[in-house]
């Protein structure tokens, strides 16, 4: 599996903006997500890469503001 980079946008198939709703359709086609504490998306594939998204407050409410790998 390959994964694009695109700084400062994001890496497919996420994009930094993204709804809460998009970010978990785009993650749902990698894998079953895994739900965390403070409300974030993650997903953790069988070859160790993870995926965390994180929502923004305020303006950026329910909007993807930052993604780790």
Do not use: K, Q, W
């Amino acid at each position: 599996m390959e994964f694009v980079l695109d700084p400062p946008h994001g890496i497919d198939p996420l994009r930094l903006g993204m709804t809460s709703g998009e970010a978990r359709t785009a993650l749902e086609t990698l894998s079953p997500l895994t739900p965390t504490a403070y409300g974030e998306l993650a997903l953790h594939l069988t070859s160790g890469l993870g995926f965390s998204v994180g929502f923004g407050v305020g303006p950026t409410r329910d909007r993807v503001n930052a993604i780790e790998v």
